[in-house]
T-cell receptor, first 114, second 112 residues
């Protein structure tokens, strides 16, 4: 049973649209939730970091966590071609790193059409 | 502040050859990790270290060895490369009691 599910896409939307990316998970012990952005042939870079349930906003990006539904989302407003990348969700129980550090989704490939 | 760096960026090996991938971080992080990323498989943890002189196995450790002789460096070794080890390898580091990890730019390895 996969712990973190993420639609691989590709998800293609026109420039300026609102993008919604999602992950579901099965482990109710997850407390920390992250979104990473990975451009082609580059390493993942941390985009958003949230603890427990609720929303967090940073510029055009909003991360939402619904622990009751075991569902997290990343919204991108006014999407730009430069947002085209693979977005990976990641989560942790909060045991302080090591092998219990992060569980990753496989990533959603996002394409913003000019 | 360079963050996490990896060398080399790209390497081609023949089956049976050995090589070492070097990861360095300048953020004074306690934790360091080696992942491989393959199409459709996502990121898979190979080995990790929770401090200088310590190492432990991750999800897919077979065929790899690691060493953490200095806090800022984490080495990944392939003693006898196999075509199944063709992949992109990422190193990451993280702070004690923090849950985020910071990734290097990756090493693309092709084993023929």
């Amino acid at each position: 049973q996969k712990e973190v599910e993420q639609d691989p896409g590709p998800l293609s939307v026109p420039e300026g649209a609102i993008v919604s990316l999602n992950c579901t998970y099965s482990n109710s012990a997850f407390q920390y939730f992250m979104w990473y952005r990975q451009y082609s042939r580059k390493g993942p870079e941390l985009l958003m970091y949230t603890y427990s349930s609720g929303n967090k906003e940073d510029g055009r990006f909003t991360a939402q966590v619904d622990k009751s539904s075991k569902y997290i989302s990343l919204f991108i407003r006014d999407s730009q071609p430069s947002d085209s990348a693979t977005y990976l969700c990641a989560m942790s129980e909060g045991k302080g790193g090591g092998a219990d550090g992060l569980t990753f989704g496989k990533g959603t490939h996002l394409i913003i059409q000019p | 502040n360079a963050g996490v760096t990896q060398t080399p960026k790209f390497r081609v090996l023949k089956t049976g050859q050995s090589m070492t991938l070097l990861c360095a971080q300048d953020m004074n992080h306690e934790y360091m990790y080696w992942y491989r990323q393959d199409p459709g498989m996502g990121l898979r943890l190979i080995h990790y270290s929770v401090g200088e002189g310590t190492t432990a196995k991750g999800e897919v450790p077979d065929g790899y060895n690691v060493s953490r002789l200095k806090k800022q460096n984490f080495l990944l070794g392939l003693e006898s490369a196999a075509p199944s080890q063709t992949s992109v390898y990422f190193c990451a580091s993280g702070q004690l009691a923090r849950e985020t990890q910071y990734f290097g730019p990756g090493t693309r390895l092709l084993v023929l």
